[in-house]
């Protein structure tokens, strides 16, 4: 399989200024600093790197109706925004963690299991940068080329991948991520459940997919609320259509999995992550055909 | 809008074929608010009340009640696989139940007392333990603000010790997880669902407000019935 460089995988040590025209339709809380310098008291500075918010490769209107632009300004904007904020603020009380990537930060601040403070807010940097890029506006359908074949190979086929993605969406308790991983040591594709910030890094394994599962990710849009206006706006009407379906009990967060499968997961992305994963893991032996 | 309590036994015995006892499994029900949905206004609107008690409060009982009857068919049939694999089930929905059943009754609108500090045997013991009123509102606040994550922060008693204790539970355990002998006085949700709609990711606000609207009368009052 050729190595494909798409415009839209991003490694996540990379860390972009933000363009002043993209900060209108945000709220003003988003910084965008990339390097700050400090005086100590002997006149030498000294230099902190702090990580910036990165926006999501698409405009924030851009996954409607299937994620609001309201939705998006919030997990963007605030949610996201807010662990950025929070993570340098702790890296500036906390001299060993410099000089970090975020990958070793988040296995670093895990400990083997043993959370440091700095890791929720770490990881869940990382997890929605993850998140941003693993939708795109008209995403969904069916995977291509070589993810496809190895899904095939290790869940049977997509639709069976498909099913067990969502039953494992729907019965991980409390808040938390779903991952499609691919597994270093067992060098196969896996659905992985994790709760709260745990991030698939921790183990080892590589993220081909990153789903957020917790309720700030779909409330808003999913949360049905009794409008006392007669007349529905369009996405308010598709969006209670989707709740009449006879789902089991929890029809929200079954209708965001669904939509997020069906109409944003970016199978490009996931390919993308596929191919640099191959780097690292041995598939099998390449097909060269005998002279 | 009220809702009735009703408890509903339902027997089994003849459906599954076996010659046995009649067995009854017991379902529930969603429990009344004492109050409108709206009372509670401003500190928590009364969209986020309906939500919650009608959609959260009644997905657990649904799913309970579900996860019991499967329980009781696989114990019945001796499936001892299903029954342990039934039990995380159990724990987060009869969990999610419990600590709903009491979250509702410890809080009260302002005009019935919400918000009221308590005085007795409650409020001394308070002031024993933690000094003040404040530095348990401090201490809670802090402590959910802190939780990542899902899961409830409580004043409770330890009815051996004669103890008040703060502590945090994760997702829907209820107090009792940390300890057999804990009561819960008061717990507040963290969870998202339960302040999100209105205060969005500012956790500490609702931490803040919710205060406004506790029902110190009803941790008195179990306080007082532990203590006897």
Redesign the interface.
Known sequence: MSWCCCNSVCTSSSRQLLATSDLSSIPSRVSNVGLKQKRSLCGVPKVFAYYGLKTPPYKLDALEPYMSQKMLE?HWG??HC?YVEALNKQLEKNDMLYGCTMDELIKVTYNNGNPLPEF?VAAQVWNHDFFWESMKPGGGDMPKLGLLQLIEKDFGSFTNFKEKFIEAALTL????WIWLVLNREEKRLAIIKT???VNPLVWNDIPLIGLDL???AY??DY?V??SSSFLLSAKRFFLMCLSLFPLF??N?KANYVNVFMNHLVSWDVALGRMARAQAFVNLGEPKIPVA | MALRTIITKRTLAGALGFRQQHRSVQTFSLPDLPYDYGALEPAITG?IM??HHQ?HH??YI??YNKALEQLHEAITKGDTPTVAKLQ?AIK?NGGGHINHSVFWKNLAPVRDGGGEPPKGSLGSAIDIHFGSIEAVIQNMNAEGAAL????WVWLGMDKELKRLVIEIT???DPLVIKGPNLVPLLGIDV???AY??QY??VKPDYLKNIWKVMNWKYASEVYEKECR
């Open positions: 919030v605030e949610h807010g929720g308790f409390g808040s938390g709760s709260n910030a917790w309720e700030h409330y808003l949360k609320t009794h009990s929890q929200d | 969209e309906q939500l959609k009644q997905t649904t799913n995380s987060f990542q994550g899902s899961g994760s997702n829907q969870w998202e669902h999100y709609l969005k990711n």
